[in-house]
């Protein structure tokens, strides 16, 4: 009995041990690490003068790692062969740099690591930490700052180059093109930019979209801004610019065989008034047929096929001209197919439409029939585009009505003699009601003319009116949702937005987007004033 006791009391006792053991060694994970990196030393010393190593090491208090540096990582002046930075892909208390240039003599030179250097363990973000020295006698410190926009987009443009190029004996408008700028800075995530270690004199200051991060201007791929004034350094102001895309000269790709009768003929910069000329001998029933894919930078060319291995073309346009061969091998023909482009619902200022994929050569309006609910024949007029591939179903319509589009058998007949079948569309019109009104009035001390544009919250253009001077205008039979208000200082009057261009050292057109999103509703009318000035 007494064994058993003490057997119990010492089970017990151990029990109590392992639970107190177990409680007070319950970690509570503390606070969370917050603290970045900190720089302990540099070898070579961070702002050395006469710098002549190829080896840099910078030392850190605790174990880091690179994020992103081949995006984050900014060098002015920017080097031909990019340096190596380490370490990749490890943790380490170091960064490590082999500079693979020669250096230029009595020059400042900047390493901006943006965000890339992290603490291994919570990612802390070390920002902005910079290395910098000189090759000469002393460290550049002037410093130039602005900020970045893009006309056509309401999102903030991130990770855009700003450059700096000195005016200087041998300097030409076309060193953009060519060599690699004096100094770069980087807006990184922001669209902010800031430049320090500049040293005193005149420069050309631009703004790239690089798509091939090489610091050098390619029209064709890369989008541009420039301050068209000199920038003295040193300097207190601060440069706002716009970033655009230049329309570059034309240039047609070598085209391409789709389907059997369809090639497709590939462009860069503006096709307007563009001859495509056959050159090969054809028989005597051939037809053609040219439109452009809306928003695209490509031409359809639809023909009736005939026996022949290849085909000639001569492109051109003003003074571009230039001469294609296209091998042909397939066998395939594309087939009719023809869609209601307007959905089931007909706005009251839009126009019933239908498209085909094929361009249709004829129509038979006796075989088109529109109808009312009640069975009642709607007179209208089929109208078919210049593009050969839209029909417009134009007809006096009534709010809240159901109406039935039919096209009868052969009523369409495209460019390889396919015809339809029976096809019918069911499409309704809504109450006035059902929709909003957004009045703008536009109010500037220019009296030129202004592009007015209304769009979803997602920068999709729905309404587009060009106006001759300032004036209300009101976009009827909105939907409900919330909309942008984009204006355009239409400064040639010709309607539509203009872009600019370095070489001829011509701005965009200035556009404004309104200070706030409309939000509508059915049934509302909304009054709102957009000052440009």
């Known amino acids: 009995m007494q064994n058993s006791v003490f057997r119990l009391l010492i089970f017990l006792m151990t029990l109590t041990f392992f639970f107190n053991c177990a409680r007070r060694g319950t970690p509570t994970g503390g606070d969370k690490d917050t603290i970045p990196p900190v720089l302990i030393k540099a070898i070579p010393s961070v702002e050395t003068i006469n710098f002549k190593d190829d080896k840099i090491k910078i030392f850190f208090d605790e174990y880091i790692k690179l994020k992103d540096v081949k995006q984050q990582l900014v060098i002015s002046p ?20 082999k500079i693979l240039d020669t250096l230029k003599p009595n020059t400042t030179y900047l390493y901006s690591f943006g965000k890339s250097i992290v603490d291994n363990n919570e990612e802390n973000v070390l920002p902005n930490f910079k290395y910098v020295f000189s090759t000469g006698t002393y460290i550049d410190s002037l410093k130039l700052a602005g900020e970045i926009s893009e006309l056509k987009v309401t999102k903030p443009v991130k990770n855009i180059d700003i450059l700096l190029y000195e005016y200087n004996t041998t300097y030409t408008d076309s060193i953009i093109f060519k060599e690699k700028p004096n100094y770069v800075a980087n807006t990184i995530d922001s669209t902010l930019f800031e430049f320090t270690n500049l040293k005193a004199g005149k420069y050309l200051m631009i703004a790239l979209k690089d798509a091939n991060f090489n610091k050098i201007y390619n029209p064709e791929i890369d ?3 420039f301050v068209l004034d000199t920038i003295i350094i040193p300097t207190e102001k601060k440069y706002n610019f716009p970033l655009f895309k230049e329309i570059p000269k034309l240039k047609f790709i070598s085209p391409k065989e789709v389907n059997k009768g369809h090639l497709f003929f590939g462009f860069e910069g503006k096709a307007t008034d563009v001859s495509i000329k ?7 029933d051939f037809k053609s047929v040219v439109n452009i894919e809306e928003g695209k930078d490509t031409l359809n060319y639809w023909f009736t096929p005939f026996e022949v291995d290849s085909l000639n073309f001569s492109v051109s346009s003003g003074n571009y001209q230039e001469n294609f061969t296209v091998k042909l091998r397939s066998t395939k023909l594309d087939t009719l197919n023809i869609k209601n482009t307007t959905g089931g619902i007909l706005h009251l200022n839009d126009t019933l439409t ?13 075989l088109f029939q529109l109808i009312e609910k009640d069975s009642i024949s709607v007179p209208f007029k089929a109208i078919l585009a210049p593009t050969k591939n839209k029909i417009s179903i134009d007809f006096e319509k009534k709010h809240n009505t159901d109406y039935i589009l039919k096209l009868l058998p052969k009523a369409v007949l495209d460019i390889f003699e396919n ?10 019109t809504k109450n006035p009601e059902d929709y909003g009104i957004i009045s703008i009035a536009i109010e500037s001390s220019k009296k030129n003319a202004f592009i007015v544009e209304l769009l979803t919250d997602k920068n999709v253009v729905v309404r587009k009116e060009a106006v001759k001077e300032p004036k209300i205008i009101s976009f009827q039979f909105l939907d409900s949702g919330n909309y942008l208000v984009r204006v355009t200082i239409d400064d040639n009057g010709n309607g539509i937005w203009d872009t600019g261009n370095f070489l001829e050292k011509r701005q965009p057109e200035t556009i404004k987007y309104f200070d706030k999103t409309i939000e509508l509703r059915a049934n509302w009318d909304i009054n709102e004033v957009f000052n440009l000035d």
């Open 78 to 97: 920017p080097p031909k062969n990019p340096p190596i930075i380490g370490p990749m892909g490890t943790a380490s208390k170091y960064v490590s740099i």
């Open 223 to 225: 989008k541009i801004g």
């Open 278 to 284: 056959l050159l090969t001998e054809t028989t005597p």
């Open 354 to 366: 239908i498209k085909s994929v094929t361009p249709i050569l004829t129509l038979d309006p006796s």
């Open 419 to 428: 015809s339809n079948d029976s096809i019918q569309y069911k499409i309704k």
